[in-house]
């Protein structure tokens, strides 16, 4: 079954200190995988994705992710960190062949401090 | 373009009653999933649309269902109201394809009383 594990509920840095939430999955066969961000009383926004090709994507508002295959994550990270950055974060996979449906971490937040 | 839409934004019902929700879904997206988000369960897959089939469902009891119509949108229904069903449910568009993102409504918040 495929799954997705957000091991921290939250990551605080300060503003101007690069950041990394992170996310490690599981599925039988190959993934596709993404980041979107959740602002208060808002739906998801989606920042990037991995689907084939280099294991560095880059995505909106600064955000990049490294596809890590052999440890089976998908790190997000940003270089320089803003406070409006502060948001909810979920990573998510699908797995290629199998099925349409997204499968959601649990969510981390981001707090990041003037 | 105009994004994914979603009506009412807010409803209270009661327990017992049942509720449709709706969702227009971004011009030329042909696939619409909904999920529900629950703090304690999080975001939670309930079923995806594509030409008005339904292609995957999640775990979810058969009070839930949903449908597509030929302009796309789509509008879920839960009967029999329970008190844990009070959530946000998100809807989602996308274009036809796995690689495909999928963008996402501003949710309709449902309290079930």
């Known amino acids: 079954a495929q799954s997705v594990a957000q091991p921290e509920d939250q990551v605080n840095v300060a503003e101007g200190n690069p950041l990394t939430v992170k996310c490690t999955y599981s599925v039988s066969g190959n993934p596709y995988l993404f980041w979107y961000v959740q602002y208060p009383n808002r739906g998801l926004q989606f920042l990037l994705k991995y689907i084939t090709g280099d294991n560095l994507v880059k995505g909106s508002y600064g955000f990049e992710a490294e596809f890590n295959k052999s440890q089976t994550s998908f790190h997000l990270k940003k270089p320089s960190a803003l406070v409006s950055d502060s948001a909810l974060y979920f990573c998510?996979?699908?797995?290629?062949?199998?099925?349409?449906?997204?499968?959601f971490g649990s969510g981390t937040r981001l707090l990041v401090r003037p | 373009k105009a994004g994914v839409t979603q009506t009412p934004r807010y409803l209270i019902k009661t327990r017992g009653q049942q509720v449709t929700l709706s969702c227009s879904p971004i011009?030329?997206?042909?696939?619409v999933s909904w999920y529900q988000q629950t703090p304690g369960q999080g975001l939670q897959f309930l079923f995806e649309?594509?030409?008005?089939?339904?292609?995957n469902k999640g775990n979810f009891p058969g009070r839930f269902s949903g449908r597509q119509f030929s302009n796309s949108r789509s509008e879920m229904n839960v009967s029999t109201l329970e008190l844990g069903d009070s959530a946000l449910y998100l809807c989602a568009s996308s274009l036809a394809s796995q690689v495909h993102e999928q963008y996402f409504g501003p949710g309709t918040r449902l309290t079930v009383t």
């Open positions: 011009s030329g997206h042909r696939s």
């Open positions: 998510a996979v699908r797995e290629v062949d199998s099925s349409y449906k997204l499968i």
């Open positions: 649309y594509f030409s008005e089939t339904q292609r």
